[in-house]
């Protein structure tokens, strides 16, 4: 049990834990940098727990369902340990990877804007521990409760595949179909898409109760357009497959050929979000013209095109986890630049 | 006639760690060569830089039929397809679709598929996708691919890994008579591979060419005592 979780630590943490330590220390950057700055947030212990748990379940539960754990434990999952053990061991290393890597820079971010008490935190603290359970329980629950822990990985490609089979050939729109596939062959990333829309359908509501504070409430609209970009798991096609990356560069002209569908197929992804934000935003508070409109299209494609060539030209290929890839930083710099974009469009028209 | 000329290449992953140190090769027009070496010597590197997805190289002298060559042209990439010991891309397309868009992506017309689909044993397969396919078949719609593309340079990284018996036999036959179509450079641990369809072997020892045998010297015995020796060094 020792020698399990200490292989599986390892492979997720670092063979010296140095992943885990770099993040505490990331954290206490965040925590020491923003109390310092003296700004304070009224936020409800309650949403610290929320965080902890929905934040944190969501990770481990994309984390538990990536295709690369089956690949690399496959070598642990053959031998002969105890199921429960090797359950126990595997969902510990991955809790605590999720939540030193993940949760704590995001918590302590949330702790230093709050005014929290040392129980409220602890009860956090708990809740982020509750979060990777839940996900876990779930997850053994759906349908791998009854197997032997080993082929809880091996379920994974066999799922994957079972959708298959053989299919039609077609001349036309090769990596339209190429890209369709992939979504539809990774339904949580459909999921996520339509997650996307929600919260941009939210987002409005946000700006109807908080934006008197605000000097400028069209300020959450850009905010919106720079949040409803998020799509991660779309805009890690070429990040998720090295082979892929490999043969797109190896290739003549598969840049072109490949990157304009790409870029065109974000785009569509894009626009439902944009539309629901616009919509929501144009219910709860109006005003939303032709100018609004043509704005969230221009700001989409820009969103498209930027997300498309950062992976073409600069994929993220030293990932560990699909967690990892899912997470990495990478992801917040075109909603970033849309942001900004948008602020800079929006007071030149608006 | 000279195909591909490099003198005094250098690669590395890390620059303080070279993988090929000074390597030089060349190749004929319309000749099978076999690339044969100990693990770790540098034959894949070899064709990771030729592919141009290694950054870290430097080459004195470098021409592909006379001219200046960059590995990361068009114009050379257009001359050159390769196949990889491992593959997985291209996953949500069936053989079929792959063809397709590789035949877009070099401008050609794919010849012979037929042919090869059934010496590869690959008419049950052609229609499912990439992913669902096993190593061996998988290999084999990269191999189909590369074969029906007919480049000037067909390169292949270790082919006979994961293939069957029959399909083994189909490929030999498939290198062997490649050289009426272009050059084929190939990778194999496989002395047997090496010693039937090579026009050219040339070992590979810790980044550099150690020996190179032609025509009649080809003979897995000389082959095999050169690895040995290799070994032993």
């Known amino acids: 049990m020792k020698m399990l979780t200490s292989s599986f630590a390892k492979e997720f943490l670092g063979v010296r834990y140095e992943r885990a330590l770099k993040s505490i220390m990331i954290s206490a950057v965040i925590f020491f940098g923003v109390s310092g700055c003296g700004y304070r947030l009224d936020i409800a212990p309650f949403i610290l727990y929320l965080f902890g748990v929905v934040f944190t379940a969501s990770v481990m539960w994309q984390s538990l369902n990536s295709k690369d754990a089956e690949e690399r434990f496959k070598n642990i999952v053959m031998m002969p340990f105890e199921s429960s053990a090797l359950i126990a061991s595997y969902v510990g290393s991955l809790g605590v990877h999720t939540i030193c890597t993940k949760t704590l820079p995001l918590m302590s971010l949330l702790i230093a804007l709050g005014k929290f008490e040392v129980t409220e935190i602890v009860t956090a603290a708990a809740a982020a521990v509750g979060g990777v359970l839940l996900s876990a329980a779930i997850y053994l629950i759906k349908g791998h409760a009854s197997k032997p822990a080993g082929y809880v990985f091996y379920d994974l490609a066999v799922l994957a595949g079972k959708s298959s089979g053989v299919v039609k050939s077609r001349r036309h729109g090769l990596v339209w179909t190429y890209l369709f596939r992939y979504l539809m062959t990774h339904k949580n990333y459909l999921v996520n898409s339509l997650f996307l829309c929600g919260i941009a359908i939210l987002f409005p509501y946000m700006a109807s109760t908080m934006g008197e504070e605000l000097p400028d409430k069209n300020m959450f609209l850009y905010m919106g357009f720079g949040i409803a970009c998020v799509n991660t798991p779309l805009c890690v096609l070429i990040s998720c497959d090295h082979d892929l990356d490999r043969s797109l560069h190896s290739m003549p002209g598969c840049g072109l050929k490949f990157f304009v569908p790409y870029a065109g197929f974000l785009f569509m992804s894009l626009c439902p979000a944009y539309a629901c934000l616009l919509t929501s935003w144009h219910f709860l508070i109006g005003g939303i013209g032709i100018v609004h409109i043509i704005m969230a299209v221009c700001l989409a494609f820009l969103s498209a095109v930027m997300s498309a060539a950062m992976e073409y030209f600069f994929p993220i290929l030293n990932w560990k986890t699909e967690s990892d890839l899912m997470h990495n930083p990478r992801k917040y710099i075109v909603p970033a630049i849309t942001l900004l974009l948008a602020c800079f469009i929006g007071t030149l028209v608006i | ?233």
């Open chain 2, 1 to 233: 006639m000279k195909l591909l000329e490099i003198k005094g290449l250098s690669a590395w992953y890390n620059a303080d760690k070279k993988i090929l140190k000074g390597f030089d090769l060349e190749l004929n027009e319309n000749e099978a060569v076999g690339l044969i070496g100990l693990n770790g010597a540098g034959k894949t590197t070899f064709i990771k830089v030729l592919t141009g997805l290694i950054k870290g190289y430097e080459v004195s002298e470098k021409s592909f039929r006379g001219s200046d060559l960059k590995f990361r042209d068009n114009a050379f990439k257009n001359s050159r397809y390769a196949v990889f010991a491992e593959d997985d891309s291209f996953k949500y397309f069936t053989f079929r679709e792959y063809l397709t868009y590789v035949c877009g992506a070099y401008k050609k017309k794919a010849q012979g598929v037929e042919e090869l689909i059934e010496g590869f044993h690959f008419g049950e397969f052609e229609n499912t996708l990439l992913k669902d396919l096993s190593t061996g078949n998988r290999k084999k719609a990269f191999l189909i691919t590369g074969f029906a593309l007919r480049p000037e340079l067909l390169i292949l990284d270790e082919p006979v890994n994961g293939l069957d018996f029959e399909s083994t036999e189909f490929l030999y036959s498939c290198i062997a008579g490649y050289k009426k179509y272009g050059t084929v450079l190939f990778s194999s641990h496989i002395l047997e591979s090496i010693t039937l369809t090579s026009d050219r072997v040339v070992v590979l020892e810790n980044g550099v060419i150690s020996k190179k045998f032609e025509g009649e010297e080809i003979k897995a015995e000389a082959i095999r005592e050169a690895l040995r020796y290799e070994d032993v060094n």
